[in-house]
């Protein structure tokens, strides 16, 4: 299984501004997602980030408001950008490995970062 | 479309007592299935997944779960709860070569003395 490690853990940030997350793993991975954990609420895919293309967004969230990076198969970053109250959850980045056989499309997931914007 | 419901957003029980937790889902073709843990301010743990070998999937912590096509379930039970035991679980499911998960609402399990 692989270790995923996310900075910052929690932040307060004034609106208007950008927080970028950075998500890092222990070993090569294929896939990378970003999710959002509005308080009391289950997890919603923001987007899927492959090394070498663009992130893949699902309906409601736009690059513009959430750039990602996948620069390698170790490391991926979101950004939250020009920030406001709604933006206040829990940001949780996974991975899952395709090449691992008897994966079955299993995530491994980070600890979250606790984001709150006043 | 995959999707997943689960019923019971609290469930409370005693200690020693059975634990069930309710899960279904949607899904056009043979999925994945998987029950997450999620202990306060942390990430989510895997306690089990259903990959369309045996119905009956063993995890950690004493949890498993049966899947059962003709009802489209996946229920998680655990003989005997134990205070460690208090968190909020996930159901999710996944279709085949698509990689993305799909969410349950969460049940948050709440064990008594």
């Known amino acids: 299984s692989a270790v995923i490690s996310q900075k910052p853990s929690r932040d307060i940030c004034q609106r208007g501004t950008s927080l970028t997350i950075q998500c890092q793993v222990d070993?090569?991975?294929?896939?990378m997602f970003w999710y959002r954990q509005q308080p009391g609420q289950s997890l919603t895919l923001i987007a899927t980030?492959?090394?070498?293309?663009?992130?893949?967004?699902e309906s409601g969230f736009v690059i513009d408001k959430f750039p990602i990076s996948r620069p390698n198969l170790t490391f991926s970053t979101l950004t939250v950008s020009n920030m406001s109250p709604e933006d206040s959850s829990i940001y949780l980045c996974?991975?899952?490995?395709?090449?691992?056989?008897?994966?079955?499309?299993?995530?491994?997931f980070g600890p979250g970062t606790r984001l709150t914007v006043l | 479309a995959q999707s997943v419901t689960q019923l019971g957003s609290h469930v409370s029980v005693s200690e020693g007592a059975l634990v069930l937790l309710r899960c279904n889902y949607s899904?056009?073709?043979?999925?994945?299935l998987f029950w997450y843990v999620q202990y306060p301010n942390q990430g989510l743990q895997l306690l089990l997944k259903?990959?369309?070998?045996?119905?009956l999937v063993k995890g950690i912590n004493g949890f498993e779960a049966e899947f059962k096509k003709s009802e489209t379930s996946f229920h998680l039970t655990k003989p005997s709860a134990h205070m460690s035991d208090a968190a909020e679980y996930f159901c999710?499911?996944?279709?085949?070569?698509?990689?993305?998960?799909?969410f349950g609402t969460g049940t948050q399990l709440k064990v008594e003395l």
């Open positions: 996974s991975a899952h490995d395709q090449s691992v056989r008897g994966s079955y499309n299993e995530q491994f």
């Open positions: 070993s090569q991975v294929t896939m």
């Open positions: 980030a492959n090394q070498g293309s663009e992130a893949t967004y």
């Open positions: 899904s056009s073709v043979p999925p994945y």
């Open positions: 259903y990959t369309s070998a045996a119905t």
């Open positions: 999710a499911v996944s279709e085949g070569g698509g990689n993305k998960l799909t």
